[in-house]
């Protein structure tokens, strides 16, 4: 059984900054990209960055300069640095990762519990 328990979530005022983190643990032979994605009140889920195992980053034109991704595949970990936060980045933000549990077996999509983030003064 594989699982994504994120933490760092919390309360901020416009302009701070906070720090996520995931950790993936159980059955695990390896983890293709790790991302974060996020959701609003009223609006749909979407992908606010993620990174390859080989380091390669990909993130949201709305979070570009301001958030920073980054993994420890040692420790099967994902952080979120965020930066220079605005009222428009409260939302629940998940923790994502495609996972193979064994060599023979295809990849999965695991997902955390979700951290909320409430940036507001």
């Known amino acids: 059984q594989v699982q994504l328990v994120e933490s760092g979530g919390g309360l901020v005022q416009p302009g701070g900054s906070l720090r996520l983190s995931c950790a993936a643990s159980?059955?695990?032979?390896?983890?293709?990209?790790m991302g974060w994605y996020r959701q609003a009140p009223g609006k749909q889920r979407e992908l606010v960055a993620a990174v390859t195992s080989g380091g390669t980053t990909n993130y949201a034109d709305s979070v570009k300069g301001r958030f920073t991704i980054s993994r420890d595949n040692a420790k099967n970990t994902v952080h979120l640095q965020m930066n220079s936060l605005k009222p428009e980045d409260t939302a629940v933000y998940y923790c994502n990762a495609g996972i193979m549990i064994y060599s023979w077996s295809r990849e999965y999509d695991y997902w955390g519990q979700g951290t909320q983030v409430i940036v507001s003064s």
């Open positions: 159980g059955t695990i032979f390896s983890i293709n990209a």
